[in-house]
């Protein structure tokens, strides 16, 4: 079975961009815990942390905390949960790092957190362009 990430990497995927350079992508989780709720991936295919190669560390981490305040601020947001899930939990079996954006008192409780759907593909279009915006307009 093909990599449902990889497939996005390579453009042969429907996603909602919102940042992407030569070494990673950024797009909208489709099933997300907020709006804004965005994922961060390697281009090339690496299950979890222990196989990303040490030259991709430092530069997919930075896109990372780039990434952050960019949802941070495009939603508004009073900060961001950010989060790796290494095979158990891994609903797709691609490094991927889980940007949240946060608000005081949001509902989130511990790991089992309900997951929602946007209420429109227009509404997710909205929600990628304010991130993309956000993306790039900080400096890489």
């Not at 981490?61 to 891994?90: K, W």
């Not at 759907?117 to 929600?127: L, N, Q």
């Amino acid at each position: 079975m093909a990599c449902a990430f990889c497939a996005i990497a390579a453009a042969g995927s429907e996603a909602q961009i919102v940042f992407e350079d030569e070494l990673t992508l950024g797009f909208l989780d489709n099933r997300p815990l907020f709006e804004g709720h965005t994922l961060l991936i390697p281009r090339a295919h690496h299950e979890a942390i222990w196989d990303l190669p040490d030259e991709l560390v430092g530069p997919s981490f930075a896109n990372v905390r780039a990434l952050s305040v960019a949802v941070r601020d495009a939603m508004g947001a009073s900060g961001a949960f950010v989060a790796l899930n290494n095979i158990v939990s891994q609903s797709v079996p691609h490094l991927h790092a889980h940007v949240v954006p946060r608000r005081p008192k949001d509902g989130l409780r511990g790991f089992f957190w309900p997951r929602t759907k946007y209420s429109s593909d227009e509404r997710a279009a909205e929600v990628a362009d304010l991130i993309r915006a956000e993306s790039e307009r900080r400096p890489k």
